[in-house]
Protein backbone atom coordinates (compact mmCIF):
# COMPACT_ATOMS: atom_id res chain seq x y z
CA UNK A 1 0.00 0.00 0.00
CA UNK A 2 1.20 3.53 -1.02
CA UNK A 3 1.36 6.19 1.38
CA UNK A 4 1.18 9.52 0.91
CA UNK A 5 2.31 12.51 2.68
CA UNK A 6 0.04 15.90 2.00
CA UNK A 7 1.22 19.47 2.68
CA UNK A 8 0.09 19.12 5.53
CA UNK A 9 2.24 16.34 6.63
CA UNK A 10 -0.81 13.95 7.08
CA UNK A 11 -0.59 10.63 5.50
CA UNK A 12 -3.00 9.09 3.12
CA UNK A 13 -3.15 5.17 3.15
CA UNK A 14 -5.15 4.56 0.73
CA UNK A 15 -3.90 2.30 -2.35
CA UNK A 16 -3.19 4.56 -5.08
CA UNK A 17 -4.51 3.13 -8.89
CA UNK A 18 -2.70 3.23 -12.11
CA UNK A 19 -3.97 2.88 -15.13
CA UNK A 20 -0.98 1.63 -17.82
CA UNK A 21 -1.84 1.86 -21.66
CA UNK A 22 0.61 0.12 -23.85
CA UNK A 23 0.62 -1.93 -26.89
CA UNK A 24 3.47 -3.61 -26.68
CA UNK A 25 3.10 -6.78 -24.31
CA UNK A 26 6.54 -6.84 -22.94
CA UNK A 27 6.22 -3.23 -22.02
CA UNK A 28 2.59 -3.63 -20.50
CA UNK A 29 4.25 -6.16 -18.13
CA UNK A 30 7.43 -4.48 -17.41
CA UNK A 31 5.59 -1.43 -16.39
CA UNK A 32 3.12 -3.28 -14.51
CA UNK A 33 5.52 -5.31 -12.41
CA UNK A 34 7.29 -1.40 -11.54
CA UNK A 35 4.49 -0.28 -10.48
CA UNK A 36 2.65 -3.18 -8.26
CA UNK A 37 6.54 -3.48 -7.11
CA UNK A 38 5.87 -0.30 -5.66
CA UNK A 39 2.68 -1.33 -4.16
CA UNK A 40 0.45 0.45 -6.16
CA UNK A 41 -2.92 -0.88 -7.96
CA UNK A 42 -2.19 -1.18 -11.79
CA UNK A 43 -5.20 -1.90 -14.85
CA UNK A 44 -3.31 -2.59 -18.38
CA UNK A 45 -4.72 -2.28 -21.24
CA UNK A 46 -3.25 -2.42 -24.69
CA UNK A 47 -5.65 0.57 -26.65
CA UNK A 48 -7.70 3.89 -26.65
CA UNK A 49 -10.19 1.85 -26.10
CA UNK A 50 -9.27 -0.16 -23.34
CA UNK A 51 -8.15 3.16 -21.72
CA UNK A 52 -11.09 5.04 -22.23
CA UNK A 53 -13.54 2.10 -21.33
CA UNK A 54 -11.17 1.84 -17.84
CA UNK A 55 -11.81 5.26 -17.29
CA UNK A 56 -15.60 4.75 -17.74
CA UNK A 57 -15.93 2.49 -14.95
CA UNK A 58 -12.69 3.18 -12.59
CA UNK A 59 -11.29 5.71 -11.02
CA UNK A 60 -7.70 5.91 -11.33
CA UNK A 61 -5.04 8.32 -9.56
CA UNK A 62 -2.49 8.57 -12.77
CA UNK A 63 -2.26 7.22 -15.98
CA UNK A 64 1.16 6.09 -18.59
CA UNK A 65 0.64 6.03 -22.04
CA UNK A 66 2.40 5.35 -25.12
CA UNK A 67 2.05 7.46 -28.51
CA UNK A 68 1.88 4.37 -30.55
CA UNK A 69 -1.41 3.42 -29.89
CA UNK A 70 -2.93 0.58 -32.66
CA UNK A 71 -6.75 2.86 -32.59
CA UNK A 72 -5.95 6.08 -31.99
CA UNK A 73 -2.49 8.20 -31.55
CA UNK A 74 -1.33 8.48 -28.13
CA UNK A 75 -1.65 12.69 -28.36
CA UNK A 76 -5.30 12.08 -28.83
CA UNK A 77 -5.94 10.26 -26.13
CA UNK A 78 -4.09 12.81 -23.92
CA UNK A 79 -5.49 15.13 -25.24
CA UNK A 80 -9.23 13.46 -24.37
CA UNK A 81 -8.48 12.31 -21.00
CA UNK A 82 -7.40 15.99 -20.23
CA UNK A 83 -10.98 17.31 -21.72
CA UNK A 84 -13.19 15.21 -18.94
CA UNK A 85 -10.46 14.93 -16.24
CA UNK A 86 -7.70 16.78 -13.82
CA UNK A 87 -5.73 12.99 -14.07
CA UNK A 88 -2.27 13.19 -14.10
CA UNK A 89 -0.67 11.92 -17.24
CA UNK A 90 2.66 10.49 -18.59
CA UNK A 91 3.67 9.64 -21.66
CA UNK A 92 6.17 6.55 -21.58
CA UNK A 93 7.31 6.35 -25.11
CA UNK A 94 10.30 5.47 -27.35
CA UNK A 95 9.50 8.54 -29.23
CA UNK A 96 12.69 11.06 -28.27
CA UNK A 97 12.06 14.08 -30.63
CA UNK A 98 12.08 17.66 -28.48
CA UNK A 99 8.83 18.34 -31.12
CA UNK A 100 7.17 15.21 -29.79
CA UNK A 101 8.06 15.83 -26.05
CA UNK A 102 6.43 20.06 -26.84
CA UNK A 103 3.43 18.05 -28.87
CA UNK A 104 2.69 15.55 -25.63
CA UNK A 105 3.27 18.12 -23.03
CA UNK A 106 0.84 20.90 -24.98
CA UNK A 107 -1.59 18.31 -25.40
CA UNK A 108 -2.30 18.08 -21.47
CA UNK A 109 0.52 15.34 -20.26
CA UNK A 110 2.46 15.81 -17.61
CA UNK A 111 5.37 14.05 -17.68
CA UNK A 112 7.25 12.54 -20.65
CA UNK A 113 9.72 9.58 -20.42
CA UNK A 114 11.68 7.96 -22.76
CA UNK A 115 12.35 4.21 -23.28
CA UNK A 116 13.83 2.43 -22.43
CA UNK A 117 12.82 2.46 -19.22
CA UNK A 118 14.87 3.44 -16.22
CA UNK A 119 13.13 2.11 -12.78
CA UNK A 120 14.27 4.16 -10.43
CA UNK A 121 13.97 7.17 -12.26
CA UNK A 122 10.43 6.17 -13.61
CA UNK A 123 9.09 4.98 -9.71
CA UNK A 124 10.07 8.26 -8.65
CA UNK A 125 8.82 10.77 -11.04
CA UNK A 126 5.09 8.60 -10.64
CA UNK A 127 5.23 8.93 -6.82
CA UNK A 128 6.31 13.20 -7.88
CA UNK A 129 3.26 13.41 -9.87
CA UNK A 130 1.16 11.37 -7.12
CA UNK A 131 2.29 13.47 -4.57
CA UNK A 132 1.68 17.03 -6.27
CA UNK A 133 -1.69 15.88 -7.29
CA UNK A 134 -2.96 14.31 -4.20
CA UNK A 135 -6.29 15.56 -2.92
CA UNK A 136 -6.91 17.66 0.09
CA UNK A 137 -8.19 15.29 2.92
CA UNK A 138 -11.53 15.96 2.84
CA UNK A 139 -11.83 16.84 6.45
CA UNK A 140 -9.15 19.45 5.86
CA UNK A 141 -11.69 21.63 3.66
CA UNK A 142 -12.94 24.42 5.20
CA UNK A 143 -14.37 26.37 2.56
CA UNK A 144 -15.28 26.79 -1.22
CA UNK A 145 -15.69 30.04 -2.91
CA UNK A 146 -16.39 31.35 -6.21
CA UNK A 147 -17.82 34.45 -8.11
CA UNK A 148 -21.48 33.18 -6.62
CA UNK A 149 -21.11 30.33 -4.51
CA UNK A 150 -19.92 30.34 -0.99
CA UNK A 151 -19.87 27.20 0.84
CA UNK A 152 -18.73 27.21 4.25
CA UNK A 153 -18.17 24.10 5.74
CA UNK A 154 -17.24 25.22 9.63
CA UNK A 155 -20.83 26.73 9.54
CA UNK A 156 -22.89 24.37 7.16
CA UNK A 157 -23.94 27.29 4.93
CA UNK A 158 -24.03 27.63 1.57
CA UNK A 159 -24.84 30.96 0.22
CA UNK A 160 -25.80 31.41 -3.61
CA UNK A 161 -25.95 34.93 -4.63
CA UNK A 162 -28.40 36.01 -2.33
CA UNK A 163 -29.86 32.54 -1.19
CA UNK A 164 -28.61 31.09 2.09
CA UNK A 165 -29.27 27.26 3.14
CA UNK A 166 -27.88 25.63 5.84
CA UNK A 167 -26.32 22.04 5.11
CA UNK A 168 -27.73 18.84 7.67
CA UNK A 169 -24.54 16.84 8.96
CA UNK A 170 -24.63 14.33 6.07
CA UNK A 171 -24.94 16.79 3.35
CA UNK A 172 -22.06 18.93 4.95
CA UNK A 173 -19.70 15.22 4.61
CA UNK A 174 -20.87 14.71 1.38
CA UNK A 175 -20.48 18.07 -0.03
CA UNK A 176 -17.18 18.47 1.88
CA UNK A 177 -16.02 14.49 0.15
CA UNK A 178 -16.67 15.95 -3.33
CA UNK A 179 -15.42 19.64 -3.04
CA UNK A 180 -12.19 17.59 -1.36
CA UNK A 181 -11.60 15.87 -4.52
CA UNK A 182 -12.80 18.29 -7.04
CA UNK A 183 -12.43 17.24 -10.37
CA UNK A 184 -12.06 13.51 -9.53
CA UNK A 185 -15.00 11.15 -10.45
CA UNK A 186 -15.75 9.58 -6.76
CA UNK A 187 -17.42 6.39 -7.05
CA UNK A 188 -20.72 5.30 -5.65
CA UNK A 189 -19.44 3.12 -3.61
CA UNK A 190 -16.42 5.01 -2.75
CA UNK A 191 -18.70 8.14 -1.22
CA UNK A 192 -21.12 5.65 0.62
CA UNK A 193 -18.30 4.45 2.89
CA UNK A 194 -16.32 7.38 2.82
CA UNK A 195 -20.07 9.22 3.98
CA UNK A 196 -22.15 6.41 5.68
CA UNK A 197 -19.80 4.20 6.66
CA UNK A 198 -18.99 0.20 6.10
CA UNK A 199 -22.23 -1.68 4.96
CA UNK A 200 -24.34 1.11 3.01
CA UNK A 201 -22.51 0.10 -0.15
CA UNK A 202 -26.33 -0.80 -1.63
CA UNK A 203 -27.59 2.44 -0.53
CA UNK A 204 -27.27 4.30 -3.70
CA UNK A 205 -30.56 5.37 -3.61
CA UNK A 206 -30.01 7.65 -0.23
CA UNK A 207 -27.06 8.72 -2.19
CA UNK A 208 -29.38 10.38 -4.92
CA UNK A 209 -31.51 11.76 -2.82
CA UNK A 210 -28.38 13.44 -0.79
CA UNK A 211 -27.10 14.67 -4.05
CA UNK A 212 -30.48 15.86 -5.03
CA UNK A 213 -30.55 17.77 -1.65
CA UNK A 214 -27.38 19.67 -1.99
CA UNK A 215 -27.69 20.82 -5.90
CA UNK A 216 -30.97 22.27 -4.18
CA UNK A 217 -28.69 24.08 -2.25
CA UNK A 218 -25.73 24.97 -4.26
CA UNK A 219 -26.64 25.06 -7.82
CA UNK A 220 -27.75 28.61 -8.77
CA UNK A 221 -30.29 26.11 -11.70
CA UNK A 222 -30.68 23.19 -9.84
CA UNK A 223 -32.09 21.47 -12.93
CA UNK A 224 -29.05 22.34 -14.86
CA UNK A 225 -26.36 21.02 -12.21
CA UNK A 226 -22.87 22.53 -13.36
CA UNK A 227 -20.60 22.26 -9.81
CA UNK A 228 -22.34 18.26 -9.04
CA UNK A 229 -21.73 16.40 -12.38
CA UNK A 230 -23.03 12.80 -12.70
CA UNK A 231 -21.05 9.69 -14.42
CA UNK A 232 -24.27 7.56 -14.97
CA UNK A 233 -23.70 4.16 -13.78
CA UNK A 234 -20.37 5.24 -11.73
CA UNK A 235 -20.77 7.68 -9.37
CA UNK A 236 -20.02 12.09 -9.13
CA UNK A 237 -17.82 14.62 -9.99
CA UNK A 238 -17.79 18.45 -8.03
CA UNK A 239 -16.48 21.02 -10.64
CA UNK A 240 -15.29 23.81 -9.43
CA UNK A 241 -16.01 27.48 -11.49
CA UNK A 242 -12.76 28.54 -13.23
CA UNK A 243 -12.83 30.94 -10.67
CA UNK A 244 -13.18 28.84 -7.65
CA UNK A 245 -10.70 28.63 -4.95
CA UNK A 246 -10.87 25.97 -2.25
CA UNK A 247 -9.47 26.61 1.42
Not at 87 to 114: E, H, M, N, Q, W
Request: net charge negative; charged share 25%; proline share 4%.
Amino acid sequence: MVSLVTENGHRDRRTMSILVVEDDERGRRLLDVLLRQQGYAVTAVADAAGAFNAIANQVFDLMTVDLGLPDLGGMDVVAHVREVSDLPVVVVTGRSDLADVVTALSAGADDYIVKPVNPPEFAARVAALLRRAAPRRETEVMSYRDAEVVVDFQTNEIQVVDRRSTMSDTERRLLRLLVGNAGRVMTHDDILRRVWGEGYEDAIANLHVYVNQLRRKIEPVPTSPRYIETHRGVGYRFVPSPDGAVA
